[in-house]
């Protein structure tokens, strides 16, 4: 791969771990936080990619399927408890209310986390190990790298210290007490703008399911959590590469193919990653069980970053000003003027009046191209009356129209268009000329 390519993709990538891990820190909706954690892997993944760890980066894939999958289940699951609730805010008291999705969401987070054994610590320290291996450059990505890993820990274990532990809340309450969920009362909002949520995507619908009630969801998660597990035993360094020799023959003339740390050298990559991980759960259990407090204090001490990161760092309202509101005005000018006055108004229009040398000015109100129709708004017929046209071919429309120097007419003309030249002939009222 060419360097300069290869430094293209690690900037691109770098912005997504980084732009992608402040997101899910910064926000309460719990499927946005997963949305923004998926976007900030798959800026590992391609970290990978281009610093030439091909099978690091697919390894990293292949697992954060897993268990991404499993923690987007487990947050429907509570969702469902919630009666649509997203708002990790109002969710406590989980762990006995929901105990197999309790579970499940502890293990996704944990290989989210990176935490020591779980697949997402030997496929994610596995791309950063490579990036310290190639040294240079490369060694700064590492260290951002695990620098975001410390990061996603936090984000990781902040949904688990918020949802699980604590007293129950009201929806938990009322299924451990009744065995049934919470149904929603009004439609779904968005919790960071209170906006009504489209119900067709991405709810419940009227029938709520959780994993404890419905069998299906709770053999997927179990699969799920299974590989989330164990899938990083298929990469473990100095005892297998199935990953890697499946992608061999693929990669077999890039010079990258025989590059690789050493095993000890893994290791202790994988050992200061699982470090990094610990403290980064520890630290977070600290912050939201030991000192609640602390969070909502450094939010307010440091409330133009986060509402920097709550909006997406404006992405949506530049792209809105840069892009979209100058195409929906070019737009607007191609239909009301330019299509209007030159693609149909391109030949100047006059109706003659019959019998007279008057010529009267006419604007193209509509074209009807398929019939080589024109319709046409005609000035200054205060004595005429558009009752006969001069020609066989012209009809007449009916369709009031006021005109600039005139009453209302009854009829608009409607004339043939021959050879780019509209013709329409107005014979004089006669009643008024008598008058």
């Not at 923004?36 to 800026?43: E, K, N, P």
């Not at 997402?120 to 620098?147: N, P, T």
């Not at 709770?218 to 799920?224: C, D, F, G, H, T």
């Not at 005892?239 to 990669?251: A, N």
């Amino acid at each position: 791969m060419d360097d300069r390519i290869s430094t293209f993709i690690l900037v691109i990538a770098g912005l997504t771990m980084l732009i992608g891990v402040l997101g899910a820190i910064a926000q309460n909706d719990i499927k946005r936080v997963l949305a923004y954690s998926t976007m900030s892997q798959i800026g590992y993944m391609f970290v990978g990619v281009g610093i030439g760890g091909y099978s690091a980066a697919m390894f990293h894939l292949m697992t954060h399927a897993f268990f991404k999958a499993l923690l987007f289940m487990a947050a429907g699951s509570i969702i469902a408890a919630m009666a649509n609730v997203q708002d990790i805010d109002r969710m406590k008291g989980f762990r006995k209310a929901m105990p197999f999705t309790a579970a499940m969401l502890i293990i996704g987070s944990l290989a989210l986390a990176g935490f020591p054994g779980t697949s997402g610590w030997f496929s994610k320290d596995e791309i950063i190990d490579f990036a310290f291996f190639r040294g240079g450059m490369y060694a700064w990505m590492g260290a951002l790298m695990l620098v975001g890993a410390f990061m996603t820990a936090i984000y990781s274990f902040r949904i688990v210290f918020r949802i699980l532990p604590g007293p129950a809340n009201a929806e938990a309450t009322t299924l451990m007490e009744t065995g049934h969920v919470v149904h929603p009362h009004g439609p779904p909002v968005n919790p960071a703008t209170g906006a009504v949520e489209d119900t067709e995507v991405g709810y419940p619908g009227e029938d709520h399911h959780i994993a404890e009630q419905a069998p299906g969801m709770k053999i997927a998660m179990s699969v799920l959590g299974f590989f989330a597990l164990f899938a990083g035993l298929l990469q473990i360094p100095g005892v297998d590469e199935v990953i890697t020799k499946f992608l061999d023959p693929s990669f077999e003339n890039s010079i990258y193919a025989g590059l690789h740390p050493t095993v000890s050298e893994s290791w202790q990559g994988l050992a200061e990653g699982g470090v990094i991980s610990i403290i980064g759960i520890s630290f977070t259990y600290w912050l939201y069980r030991v000192k609640p407090d602390v969070p909502g204090m450094l939010q307010k001490r440091f409330s133009v970053l986060h509402k920097l990161f709550v909006n997406k760092w404006y992405g949506d309202e530049i792209i809105d000003f840069l892009i979209v509101r100058p195409v929906l005005a070019f737009g607007r000018f191609c239909s009301n003027t330019f299509e209007r006055y030159v693609i149909d108004g391109a030949t100047a229009i006059t109706v003659s009046v019959e019998g007279s040398d008057q010529q009267l000015p006419a604007t193209l109100v509509a074209k009807d191209t398929a019939n080589d129709l024109a319709l046409l708004q005609v000035t200054g017929v205060s004595d005429l009356t558009p009752a006969t046209l001069g020609d066989s071919d012209a009809t007449i429309v009916g369709d009031d129209v006021v005109a600039e120097d005139g009453p209302t007419i009854e009829d608009n003309v409607a004339v043939r268009e021959e050879d780019g030249t509209v013709r329409a002939h107005l014979v004089p009222n006669r009643d008024a000329e008598e008058e």
